[in-house]
C-alpha cells in the first residue's frame, strides 16, 4: 500500500504558512470548532455549568431574598430577584474562568499543546480558540438561565436592545475572564489544581460587590474596593439595562458611568492577560 | 549527503540537571538516526530541541537546512513529531483528529479532509474513524498519532520512543509503516530503548548517556568495537571442562574464560561459522560431550553495558519520561523473546 501525495510531499515545496491577523483567525477558528465539539461529546460540562447559577437564582430567591433590603423597595421575593439577575449573569460569566483553566490545563498534560506546538500555526491559537468556544457556551448558559430566571419572576422593563446590549457587557466581561483562566492554565500542574485555581479567587471579587447585597450595607472602608471592582460596573450597568434598578444608582463614579467602567475594565483585562498568556504559551516546557 | 538534521554542542539546564550537556549530531537526508540511551539520558529533550519545542542554553541545530532557532516556524512546517504518549484528542473522533492537524498545517478543508481518509485507510482505521479516539486501543491511538505526524509528508520526522508501550504485534506493525516512510525518502531521527528497535530501524546509532553522545556508529560497527565473535560451548560433565578448553584453545583469538557452574566455556574467535565447524569436529573427535554450543555475537545489549556501565533500564534518577519506565520493563521482555 502506498500514500499518494496531496502536497508537501518528501523533496516538494513545503506547505507555506498564513501570515499575521489571518493566520491567527482561521488556526482560532480551526481550534475554536475542535472545542466546540468536545463540548458537545462532554455535555456534563455544560449541564453543571448551568446547575451552579440555576441553584443560586433558587436560593438567593426564595431563601435570602425575603431578608435582604434593596434600596427603593420592601424586602420581598419579587423585588429581590429582579436586583439579584444582573449579578448573577455576571457571576455566570466570570465562572467561564475555570473552564479556560482546566481546559488547557488539560491540553498540556496530555500532550496535545506540544503537538499544537510543533505545528506551523499561530502561537495565539490555541488560546483563543479556547477562549472563543468558551465564549460560545457561556452565550448559551446565558440564555438558558435567562429563561429559567423568568420562571421565577425576572423581567425586563427596557426593551429588547437594551437587552442585548446587556448581554454584550456580559459576554465582552466573561471573554475578558477567560484569558485569566488561559493564563491560569498554563501555570498550574494539573487539571485539577487549574479547577481550583480558578475558581477560589471569583468568591471574594463576585461577593466584595453590588452582585448580591447593596454596596451601602457594606462597612466604609469596603464600600470603595466593591465600587471599583470591575464585576460591580458590569452588574450595574446590566442592571439599569434591564431596568431593574429600583432605587437610585449609588452615588459614585464608576456606578454612574457603569456601562463605559465596564467596557474599559474589560478591554484593559483582556489586553493584559491575552498578552500574558500567549507569552507563556510560546515559552511554555510543557 | 546533505544533513536533514544536525545538532551542534546543544546545552540545556533544568536546575541543576544538565539533561544536555553538549549534544552533537546529524543526520544524512534520507537515513534513520537511532538515539539510545537509559531514561533521563536527554533523548526527548533532544527531540523538544529540535522540534522547536524548547530552547536550549546554547547551541545551534538546523533541519532540513533551516535553523531551528531563528526560523522556527519554518523548521514545523518541515517536520512531524510523534511523541511517547500519543497526543490525540479523545474527544474527536480518528477523522476530525486528523483533519485539524491538517488544517493547522495550514491545508485546505478539503485537502484536510481528503488526506485524513488517505491516512486513515493507511493505517487500517478506516472502520474505526467516526469513532472518538477515546475508544480506540493503545496500538489504534497510537497510530493515529504516528498519521497526525505525517500528514503533510514532512522529510523529516521525529519519532520519540514510538512502539513504548505496545504489543509485539502492534510493534512490528508500526515498524513497518516506518519502513515504508525511510523507503519513500524520509530522514528519521528515531528515540528508543528498545535496542531490537534500533538494531532493525536504525542505519545508524547514536549512544546518549547524560546529556552526551557518547558512541556513534552503525549497530554493526558499535559491536565490533566491544569486541568480536565468541564461541559459547555448554559441556555435559563438570570433569569435561579443562580437556574442552584445550581442545578450542587452538582456535582461540584470547584467554578462554569458564563459567564453573554453568559448565560454560567462551572462547573469542575470529572466522565465523567455519570455526565453529571446525570446533565442532574437534570436540567430536575427542568424544567430549556437549549439552550447547554456538557462535555469539555481541548485541545491541552488549554494546550497551559496556559504554554505558548500565542497562537500557537502570538509573533512571532524573526521569525524563515520567512514570514509563515500569511498564517499559515488562514490556521490553517480550519484545527479546519475540
Sequence with gaps: ?286 | MAAAIEAENLVKTFGDVRALDGVSLDVPEGTVLGLLGPNGAGKTTTVRVLTTLLQPDSGRATVAGVDVLKHPNEVRSLIGLSGQYAAVDEYLTGRENLQMVGELYQMSARDAKKRALELLEWFNLSEAMDRTAKTYSGGMRRRLDLAAALVVRPPVMFLDEPTTGLDPRNRIALWEVIETLVEQGTTLLLTTQYLEEADRLAHDIAVVDHGKVIARGTADELKRQIGGERIEVVVRAAGLVPEAVAALTPYAKGDPTVEKNTRRITVPVSGGARVLADAIRELDTRSIEIDDIGLRRPTLDDVFLSLTGHATEGGADEDEDGGAATARKGRRGQGKDA
Excluded at chain 1, 499575521?20 to 458537545?40: C, E, Q, Y
Excluded at chain 1, 423597595?73 to 439577575?85: D, F, G, V
Excluded at chain 1, 502561537?123 to 479556547?130: I, S
Excluded at chain 1, 457603569?258 to 500567549?278: D, G, R, T
Design chain 1, 1 to 286: 500500500m502506498t500514500l499518494s501525495d496531496t502536497r508537501g510531499a518528501i523533496g516538494g515545496a513545503p506547505v507555506t504558512p498564513r501570515r499575521g491577523v489571518a493566520a491567527t483567525a482561521h488556526d482560532s477558528w480551526v481550534v475554536a470548532k475542535r472545542n466546540l465539539r468536545r463540548m458537545t461529546r462532554i455535555p456534563e460540562i455544560v449541564v453543571f455549568g448551568l446547575m451552579q447559577p440555576v441553584m443560586f437564582v433558587l436560593l438567593f430567591s426564595y431563601v435570602m431574598g425575603g431578608a435582604i433590603a434593596i434600596p427603593g423597595a420592601q424586602p420581598s421575593h419579587q423585588t429581590y430577584i429582579e436586583y439579584l439577575m444582573a449579578g448573577i449573569f455576571a457571576q455566570t460569566v466570570t465562572f467561564a474562568v475555570a473552564g479556560a483553566s482546566a481546559g488547557i490545563a488539560e491540553d498540556m498534560t496530555k500532550g496535545l499543546v506540544d503537538r499544537f506546538r510543533s505545528l506551523p500555526m499561530s502561537r495565539a491559537a490555541v488560546l483563543t480558540g479556547r477562549t472563543l468556544a468558551d465564549l460560545v457556551q457561556t452565550a448559551f448558559i446565558l440564555v438558558v438561565l435567562a429563561l429559567v430566571a423568568l420562571l421565577v419572576g425576572w423581567r425586563i422593563h427596557n426593551g429588547v436592545l437594551d437587552m442585548l446590549a446587556a448581554f454584550g457587557l456580559l459576554l465582552l466581561l466573561g471573554y475578558a475572564f477567560s484569558w485569566i483562566g488561559a493564563l491560569i492554565g498554563l501555570s498550574v500542574r494539573s487539571p485539577e489544581a487549574a479547577t481550583s485555581a480558578g475558581l477560589i479567587w471569583l468568591f471574594p471579587l463576585t461577593f466584595v460587590s453590588n452582585a448580591f447585597v447593596p454596596v451601602s450595607s457594606m462597612p466604609d472602608w469596603l464600600q470603595p474596593v466593591a465600587y471599583w471592582n470591575p464585576f460591580s460596573a458590569t452588574v450595574q450597568a446590566c442592571r439599569s439595562l434591564f431596568g431593574n434598578q429600583l432605587g437610585p444608582v449609588p452615588d459614585s463614579w464608576p456606578m454612574q458611568h457603569a456601562a463605559l467602567v465596564s467596557v474599559v475594565w474589560s478591554l484593559v483585562i483582556m489586553a493584559v492577560f491575552s498578552w500574558l498568556a500567549v507569552r507563556k504559551y510560546r515559552r511554555a516546557a510543557g
